[in-house]
């Protein structure tokens, strides 16, 4: 029962450039999100998906395409990165009451 | 959305008790109070929450204020593996699964011997 996984771990990229992020929970959760968190800051709300077949922005929606792919998958891409872009960002799931259960987070820096 | 007001930073000796502020003036009837914590290099963890009753678990109590203005986290013992960022959050109800769980900064808790 690995829970929220995300992969890949650290990436860097050169401005311009995409990529996507990966993100699978094996809990059967309905909801997804994706979040960043800048340094020394709190977490900010990208995208997230109420369930299989929907998704919605967040805060910070700006850059970022997300795609879910089934009910395990959600996915979160960058068509062309940006400095600002650089973050940790992190992916959760929950099945539609607390808990929220978090990744362990991608290192993304952008050049 | 409802927002929390918390102290950016906090510090506790080890083995005393921590009390963790958090202020939301603008709750509604419908908004459930949240915690989680957040250690150096990981993702945030679920730690309590409540509607308007104190609750207890095996991390924390919760004790919410009678007009629920307010909460505090409750860690009984900290130890040094309490120390972390701890976030108090809003959660509507009525929104289903379709509530967006929105952070804010959160109080860094500093433990020391």
């Known amino acids: 029962n690995a829970g929220v996984t995300q992969t890949p771990k650290f990436q860097v990229l050169k401005t311009g450039q995409s990529m996507t992020l990966q993100c699978a929970q094996d809990m059967n959760h309905n909801s997804m999100y994706w979040y960043r968190q800048d340094p020394g800051m709190g977490l900010r709300l990208i995208y997230y998906?109420?369930?299989?077949?929907?998704?919605d922005k967040g805060e910070v929606p700006n850059g970022y395409n997300v795609s879910r792919l089934n009910k395990r998958e959600f996915s979160l891409r960058l068509e062309s990165a940006a400095p600002s872009q650089t973050s940790v960002y992190f992916c959760a799931s929950r099945l539609g009451t607390p808990p929220l259960h978090f990744g362990n987070g991608t290192r993304l820096t952008v050049t | 959305d409802a927002k929390t007001t918390q102290p950016n930073s906090m510090e506790s000796n080890e083995e005393e008790p921590v009390h963790l502020p958090c202020n939301h003036s603008t709750i509604s009837g419908t908004d459930y109070i949240h915690w989680y914590r957040q250690l150096p290099s990981q993702g945030p963890e679920y730690v309590i929450h409540g509607l308007t009753s104190n609750v207890n678990n095996r991390m924390a109590s919760l004790a919410i204020a009678e007009d629920r203005k307010s909460s505090t986290l409750i860690l009984h013992r900290a130890t040094l593996r309490d120390a972390a960022v701890y976030y108090c959050i809003l959660r509507d109800l009525t929104a289903g699964t379709a509530s967006k769980l929105t952070f804010g900064t959160g109080t860094r808790l500093q433990v020391t011997l």
């Open positions: 998906s109420a369930s299989e077949g929907t998704t």
